[in-house]
């Protein structure tokens, strides 16, 4: 326990254990901090770079919303450990550790009467004034009394999050009891965990996706890579004390909600209709145990979302279950456009929420085992039979899956050829090709890809764009997770280590890290606004470029790239949502510094504005986030990108593009219903029944 360190001082800490319990040694941080620098990609020993880099994530993982440390321990950290990290380390002294935990351990202490005396207190709701969320904008405090201050607004805060939950002569008592717990922890937190913290430091230290998994944490991680965990089919993420949605599992039960984003912040937790759990601060393990429960049971979890006008906070309710891989099949549908002049075409849409596999079942020796690759020839086949004149592949939120899914199924698209290449660190480049000559779909195609885009669906666009085979359309880029890692286990006692041991590159040399892959018509999206991508995590491995392989291009872009992107631009100009979404666009960046802080008064009117918020959210549902048709007039961008795909067929078959009718987004359903029933005159994208 930590308690110890205020009686023994921190030079004699693994004294404190029986001799017959294994706990981290010293020697053991040496051995796994040397194998995971010697297997990774960028590294290949420890130097005083990464015992910086190592030092102040450490730090971070201490007090993420600098409300403990002050500016003069910080200091101290520095000048007596940053440059002497290796050498420590390679002489299995871990006394730097010990300091930094026993320090902090001192300032929860000192913290912990200002906390009570915050929570008694009686706050006004009534002034305006604010907590800074995002601590990167936060200095160190210099003086207790900077730290007091802190935390009399962070209580506040979360006193007005229980508002409305719990009667207001019970939050005190609510509020006392989420701290006794958190101070409970603090307690029980053993040397062990102390030495996993920062074996987990000096990982991310190395970048974003290398990571030390102790035996209890390494059971967790392989039940999430089988995808059968039951609950809400969230990633999620720790930053500066919050926890936030990284990422959703397509048809998952958070996605099905079409309420949740990436980029959401979760405040508090509660188990269906009990009181909420406040979860700032919480380790990011326990949020998850909070989180997942049994399947058809409900959790609420009460959400914080950048919005133009501030943070704004909502609560929405999700029905666990498990997801399945049908739930995440590949989907299509066809729908019509309509120019003022010339035949009616037909677009194919085809959903693919990720390159999914049943790797048991191949293993098995399955001869149906389900794999997006069969899935996709399937509905390639029916949109074919359907007649279709052009396709878009909507590749939105598809964070990736397996490479030989998504080799196999670039290959469905192209002749043989290189699709990706993976190079280790001084090693010669592998590529990875379609060795299968037949091409499967040969008529245009658009590739729909946002910042969500990411790994697997990154290697798939890339080689589409490389190749010329097809119209990146969607955000600027994609996420940029260009690195390979490998999951390395130590013995039974110490757990596992991920290390990035190599990266991806396009068929031209490009690689797909921290960039990404570029669209070559770009759509309007608040997506671009969030920080989100390879480029916004601490220590990303930097973007290169290697020797392209042997490829043809086969000039299917460049030709009529302009020509369809001057016709998206007047349409895009015309449009009235996108004229709305650049305009909320535009208010989102003004209102950059309140995206950094959260009101502390309470507002009843926002009450209105937050159920409007709700509901538009709930309406700018991606197609691929679900098993439902398409709703193009919600998908403003889907519908978008089924009028590229018509224009790419009619340039593709040299016809001279034509002025296209614009949907009027802004008929309410009701009336939309009444203009059909009164047959009026079609939008431009129809759907068109099977």
Excluded at 85 to 90: C, E
Excluded at 563 to 572: C, D, L, M, Y
Excluded at 597 to 610: A, G, I, P, Y
Aim: proline share 3%; charged share 30%; with cysteine.
């Amino acid at each position: 326990m930590l308690s110890f360190f205020r009686n023994l001082g921190f030079g004699i800490v693994l004294a404190m254990y029986a001799a017959d319990a294994f706990a981290l040694g010293c020697r053991d941080i040496r051995l796994i901090a040397n194998n995971t620098v010697h297997l990774h990609f960028s590294y290949d020993k420890i130097d005083q770079t990464l015992g910086k880099k190592s030092l102040s994530q450490f730090i971070k993982s201490w007090d993420p919303g600098k409300v403990y440390f002050l500016e003069s321990d910080i200091q101290r950290f520095e000048n007596e450990y940053a440059l002497k990290i290796a050498d420590k380390i390679q002489a299995a002294d871990c006394k730097f550790i010990d300091d930094i935990a026993f320090t902090f351990n001192q300032r929860y202490k000192d913290r912990q009467a200002g906390i009570k005396a915050a929570i008694q207190a009686k706050h006004d709701f009534t002034v305006d004034e604010y907590l800074t969320i995002d601590s990167k904008t936060l200095e160190w405090a210099k003086t207790p009394e900077e730290l007091t201050e802190r935390w009399r607004k962070r209580i506040k805060f979360q006193a007005l999050s229980l508002k409305g939950t719990v009667e207001d002569s019970k939050v005190p008592a609510k509020l006392s009891k989420r701290f006794e717990l958190a101070e409970k922890r603090q307690r029980e937190t053993k040397l062990d965990d102390i030495y996993t913290m920062y074996l987990n430091a000096f990982s991310t230290s190395l970048d974003p996706h290398t990571e030390y998994f102790p035996p209890v944490n390494l059971e967790e991680f392989r039940i999430q890579t089988r995808l059968s965990l039951e609950g809400i089919g969230a990633v999620l993420r720790s930053e500066d004390g919050f926890t936030k949605i990284l990422s959703m599992v397509p048809g998952g039960a958070a996605a099905k909600t079409g309420k949740i984003k990436a980029g959401d912040t979760i405040i508090a937790v509660a188990q269906g209709s009990a009181a909420p759990v406040d979860v700032i601060d919480m380790d990011l393990k326990d949020v998850v145990n909070l989180v997942r429960g049994k399947r058809g049971s409900e959790v609420r979890l009460s959400i914080m979302r950048e919005a133009k006008t501030g943070n704004e906070k909502m609560i929405v309710p999700i029905i666990r279950e498990k997801v399945d891989l049908e739930d995440r099949a590949a989907k299509s549908w066809v729908y019509e456009v309509k120019p003022k002049e010339g035949k009616v075409l037909k677009v194919g849409v085809l959903s693919l929420p990720s390159f999914y596999m049943d790797f048991q079942g191949r293993q098995s020796g399955k001869d149906d085992f389900k794999s997006s690759s069969r899935d996709m020839l399937r509905e390639i086949d029916s949109l074919t039979k359907q007649g279709i004149d052009s396709l878009v592949l909507d590749l939105r939120n598809n964070g990736g899956g397996s490479l030989d899914e998504s080799v196999k199924i670039a290959g469905l698209f192209i002749d043989k050829g290189p699709i990706v290449q993976i190079k280790a660190a001084g090693d010669r480049s592998m590529s990875q090709d379609d060795t299968d000559p037949n091409i499967y779909y040969k008529g245009p195609l658009v590739v729909m890809i946002n910042l969500q885009s990411a790994s697997a669906s990154e290697i798939f666009a890339g080689a589409i764009k490389d190749y010329q085979r097809g119209l990146i359309v969607g955000d600027t880029h994609t996420f940029g997770k260009g690195t390979v890692q490998n999951l390395n286990d130590l013995d039974a006692q110490m757990g596992a280590i991920k290390v990035t041991i190599s990266k991806f590159y396009r068929p031209s040399g490009s690689s797909t890290q921290l960039k990404g892959v570029d669209s070559d018509i770009a759509l309007p999206s608040m997506w671009e606004e969030l920080e989100i991508g390879e480029k916004n995590y601490d220590y990303a491995l930097p973007w290169q470029k290697i020797d392209a392989a042997k490829y043809t291009k086969l000039n299917l872009v460049e030709p009529y790239l302009q020509a369809i992107t001057e016709a998206s631009q007047k349409r895009v100009a015309k449009s009235e949502e996108f004229v709305k979404l650049k305009k909320t666009i535009d208010e989102y960046k003004q209102n950059s510094k309140l995206r950094t802080q959260v009101s502390l008064k309470e507002d009843k009117s926002k009450e209105k504005e937050r159920k409007e918020l709700e509901a538009e959210e709930s309406d700018d549902a991606i197609s691929n986030m679900s098993s439902q048709r398409p709703d193009l007039y919600k998908d403003i961008s889907l519908n978008e990108g089924i009028q590229i795909a018509a224009d790419y067929a009619r340039v593709l078959s040299k016809e001279a593009l034509a002025d296209l009718d614009v949907p009027d987004f802004n008929k309410s359903k009701a009336a939309a219903k009444v203009a059909e029933q009164a047959k009026a005159k079609p939008s431009v994208v129809k759907e068109k029944k099977k």
